[in-house]
């Protein structure tokens, strides 16, 4: 596990374990094939093996001492009592490899979610006279540090650097606790973290009616009415504003209860694999659609639009940088763009010819553009070169004809629902809505979180709240 996706921690495992563990087979069948043959295969025929020598030894006339004493070493160490001991030594050792230990250590006093958080009330943001459309793209672990020349000096994404270097950027920080897809979006559009801490069940049961044994590990997520049934989004806040949301991904919505977020927090269109597979597309990697021809759907999608009489917010996410060796494309291949190095050109390239369709049709007048990337790869070293690399920082593009003003230099995912809302001409009291201040406009509250180190942050969003428990999980009112 942790070779596969680098360092994990518990509200990562636990919240996939819990939610939609039995459409993994949907998802990547690579990974499913991978789960069957080093969990439950190698070790069945290994165990086979041992048993089938245990048993030779066993009825083998053999006079040689030595011989004998591993006989008897053997059968001492397969009994069941040792057995035993030694599946309970795996299962801690599982739980470490998740670093199961933060959930029962408490480094601060408080609850830091009910100090923190700004509960959006939909009554107070003020909507702009003019509303103007948004196009939201989450590139697959696309790192800021892909823009260093020092570090990579065949400068990976000169084409969008070229494109936006008198648009607006700042210091995306990533976080410990969401370098994960749908938690990187959750953040980013939700303001707060989203996290499934175990010890949640034992402490408020918001849940307990609609929990059984059989469903801790096998209900699917979508199973249950109501996904973070009293946080209000960015969806959300455009929906009640008169906007249509659209969601455009090559992977499976059902994967970590991603279709179920978008249409219960204000998507009216949520397009994911099996949509593309009825359209008739046939260009898919092991996760989904390709990024060419997601990209190409979307610019179909935009041109159709034809001046749309609602405003509308229409949100990608890409797949083809995706850990560990990425997805190459027909367009790549057309470019010898094979290797992970070569994956980030050619997500360069997209994204850049995206930009230049985007001022080609003169969707700026009208329209907003905002690129991030969704985190940053989990690995300690490079994915396109090997070496030792920090990931500090992720990519961030905000391309408006809105003339914008940073109020701070840093900001972890949770100040981009704010701000997003800023950038299109939304107000909100204090300037603030979830954990982090919006950083365009008015610094009204200082943002104390964006100061924080990701490891200093890690500790207070992994303490207990029972404030963010009943917030993210509760229908009581």
């Known amino acids: 596990m942790n070779k596969e996706f680098g360092e994990v921690y518990p509200y990562e495992f636990f919240y996939h374990l819990f939610f939609g563990l039995n459409e993994f087979t949907e998802v990547n069948q690579d990974y499913f094939f991978s789960f069957i043959q080093n969990g439950f295969v190698l070790p069945a025929c290994a165990s086979v093996l041992i048993y089938l020598i245990i048993k030779f030894i066993n009825t083998a006339q053999v006079e040689n001492l030595f011989v004998i004493k591993l006989i008897d070493l053997t059968n001492v160490i397969f009994k069941i009592r040792v057995l035993l001991v030694l599946i309970t030594l795996s299962i801690i050792w599982l739980l470490f490899s998740i670093n199961i230990q933060i959930l029962f250590t408490k480094t601060h006093d408080g609850d830091f979610f009910k100090n923190n958080y700004v509960a959006p009330q939909l009554e107070k943001i003020l909507v702009p006279k003019v509303k103007r459309n948004l196009i939201l793209i989450f590139v697959e672990s696309l790192s800021a540090e892909y823009e260093n020349t020092i570090r990579y000096p065949d400068d990976l994404l000169k084409d969008i650097k070229a494109l936006t270097e008198n648009d607006t950027s700042l210091q995306f920080k990533q976080a410990l606790h969401n370098r994960w897809t749908q938690s990187g979006i959750f953040d980013s559009m939700c303001g707060a973290p989203l996290k499934h801490n175990f010890a949640m069940r034992f402490q408020d049961k918001p849940r307990e009616k609609s929990w059984n044994i059989f469903s801790i590990f096998f209900k699917p997520f979508n199973s249950y ?128 010819d995206f930009v230049q369709f985007f001022y080609a049709n003169e969707l700026q007048h009208s329209t907003d553009l905002v690129i991030l990337g969704d985190h940053n790869p989990r690995s300690k070293k490079s994915l396109v070169d090997g070496k030792e690399t920090d990931n500090q920082f992720i990519f961030n593009r905000f391309i408006s004809q809105t003339k914008l003003q940073l109020n701070r230099s840093m900001t972890y995912h949770f100040g981009m629902f704010p701000s997003i809302l800023n950038m299109l001409g939304f107000t909100f009291p204090n300037n603030q809505l979830g954990i982090e201040p919006s950083f365009f406009g008015e610094a009204v509250k200082e943002s104390a979180i964006s100061k924080l180190e990701p490891e200093e942050l890690n500790e207070f969003i992994n303490q207990y709240s029972e404030f963010y428990s009943k917030l993210m999980y509760s229908y009581e009112k």
């Open 225 to 352: 009415p109501k996904y973070a049934p009293k946080i209000i989004c960015l969806g959300d806040v455009l929906k009640h504003h008169g906007y249509k949301n659209i969601f455009f991904g090559g992977a499976d919505l059902n994967f970590a209860g991603k279709g179920q977020f978008l249409s219960q927090h204000g998507y009216d269109i949520a397009y994911g694999k099996q949509h593309w597979e009825n359209l008739g597309e046939r260009d898919f990697n092991q996760w989904g659609l390709h990024d060419d021809r997601l990209f190409l759907q979307a610019k179909k999608f935009l041109l159709d639009l034809d001046k749309p009489a609602q405003p509308f917010n229409l949100t990608m996410l890409t797949l083809n940088l995706h850990e560990p060796d990425g997805f190459t494309d027909t367009t790549c291949e057309s470019q010898n763009l094979y290797d992970y190095k070569g994956l980030v050109k050619c997500t360069d390239y997209a994204l850049a």
